[in-house]
């Protein structure tokens, strides 16, 4: 692919347009929208916003939804999906995966089972949605270099 001339990239330089991109939406596909969105929002103690045409959004609170859409026809690809909250919350989200009897995991590959993460000096964990997309839970930012 070719690169634009420095110009046409970021015109006011590196503090301008790139410096405010951010996510606002992405489409999380389920077999079934409302139970995946009810799911999630019940783990991490949010709500499930009104429909958007054939979108279910979770509101995550910063700015960005998470717009659960129907896909019936075809298999769910699993993806992974990460979320920074806050250590006061963390507690009561493994308890709400535990009363539901889902297993969480202190690791993405899923092989170390009721344990959580202990990265970056906060706590992390991960678990499966009813289709199969892996949710992390993180108290800490990864520190990346």
Do not use: C, W
């Amino acid at each position: 692919m070719p690169s634009l001339p420095a110009t046409e990239q970021d015109p006011s330089g590196p503090e301008g347009p790139a410096a405010t991109v951010q996510l606002n939406h992405t489409a999380v596909y389920a077999a079934d929208r409302s139970l995946a969105a009810e799911f999630l929002a019940a783990i991490l103690g949010l709500t499930v916003g009104a429909p958007f045409g054939p979108f279910l959004p979770v509101d995550l609170g910063n700015g960005v939804t998470l717009d659960y859409y129907e896909k019936r026809d075809e298999p769910i690809q699993s993806q992974h999906y990460a979320f920074l909250v806050p250590e006061a919350r963390f507690d009561a989200m493994i308890a709400r995966l535990e009363a539901v009897g889902v297993t969480y995991y202190a690791d993405p590959g899923h092989t170390e089972p009721g344990r959580v993460n202990r990265l970056f000096g906060g706590r992390g964990a991960y678990f499966a949605d009813p289709d199969g997309h892996n949710m992390e839970i993180m108290t800490r930012p990864y520190v990346r270099p």
